[in-house]
């Protein structure tokens, strides 16, 4: 392997110097050519900044534009199952009770696996939980055996969506003794 950079002597490293010493300074004109050359293509690099700057902005604004626009996309396609189940049920004639009991088992089972598979979670708290304010709702305070501030009954489950209140449950509590 050979190293292009050989070192110099000393005598021509000296030389060099000089001769670089000895050169005359450019003109004026030059630098101003050279300055003018330089500031153009620092504009040029600036403004294509700006402009990739730009597009950045807008494809992200795009981007979330189109995510509020389908946010709901995923949860209203599995909600179509069903819709197509209650139109089935209607589409009976003469169902009997049973055939109607059957078939609104088989939808809530279905609206329930939808929202389950959206993050849409129930809030039924068992009587004896501890009122929680930030999911439930008292209606009412009543006299229980219970513990003080504890569930009695649930009046309207509540619902969760991705640990965020949709509704809080409405429930009684116990009334301090």
Request: proline residues 7%.
């Amino acid at each position: 392997m050979t190293n292009d950079k050989q070192p110099q002597p000393q005598a021509e490293q000296a030389q060099s110097a000089s001769a670089t010493a000895d050169a005359p300074p450019p003109s004026a004109e030059a630098q101003l050519a050279e300055w003018q050359t330089k500031h153009g293509e620092m504009t040029d690099a600036y403004l294509r900044a700006k402009a990739e700057t730009e597009n950045v902005r807008r494809r992200a604004e795009e981007e979330v534009a189109k995510a509020r626009k389908f946010a709901i996309e995923a949860f209203a396609e599995s909600l179509l199952p069903v819709m197509d189940s209650l139109q089935a049920a209607l589409a009976i004639q003469n169902a009997t009770t049973e055939q109607m009991r059957e078939g609104v088992d088989a939808t809530l089972r279905q609206l329930t696996a939808a929202l389950e598979r959206n993050r849409v979670v129930q809030i039924a708290p068992p009587a004896g939980t501890k009122f929680d304010p930030h999911q439930h709702q008292a209606i009412s305070v009543v006299p229980a055996e219970q513990e003080a501030n504890t569930v009695v009954g649930v009046l309207q489950k509540g619902y969760l969506i991705a640990d965020r209140v949709l509704r809080p449950a409405l429930v009684t509590v116990a009334a301090p003794k």
